[in-house]
């Protein structure tokens, strides 16, 4: 059973950075698209953040300049550094190993 497990959520406050972390259990990590997925109260989940196998990213439009993914094969993790975060960034994230398997979900709240 491949095992995602998340850290990193929190509060922050209009403008502040979050730096989410993901740990995967699977031996294959290294040949997986990993992806950054979040959803916020009534709101379907999206896609933030993916990065491939080869380390090539995308990002929606609304975190573009502001987020970063990225990947670490050598210790099975990959992260998402939020900076400028805003209110409308409040949300449940969830890492993601394509195409299967979902982490247990961090909670990301921006408030003044």
């Known amino acids: 059973q491949v095992q995602l497990v998340e850290s990193g959520g929190g509060s922050v406050q209009p403008g502040g950075s979050l730096k989410l972390t993901c740990v995967s259990s699977e031996n294959t990590f290294s040949r997986r698209a990993m992806g950054w997925y979040r959803q916020a109260p009534g709101k379907r989940r999206e896609l933030v953040a993916g990065?491939?196998?080869?380390?090539?990213?995308k990002y929606v439009d609304s975190v573009a300049g502001r987020f970063t993914i990225s990947r670490d094969n050598a210790k099975n993790t990959f992260y998402l550094q939020m900076n400028n975060l805003k209110p409308e960034d409040t949300a449940i994230y969830y890492c993601?190993?394509?195409?299967?398997?979902w982490g247990q979900g961090t909670q990301v709240t921006v408030s003044s």
């Open positions: 993601k190993s394509e195409p299967l398997y």
């Open positions: 990065i491939s196998a080869d380390g090539k990213t």
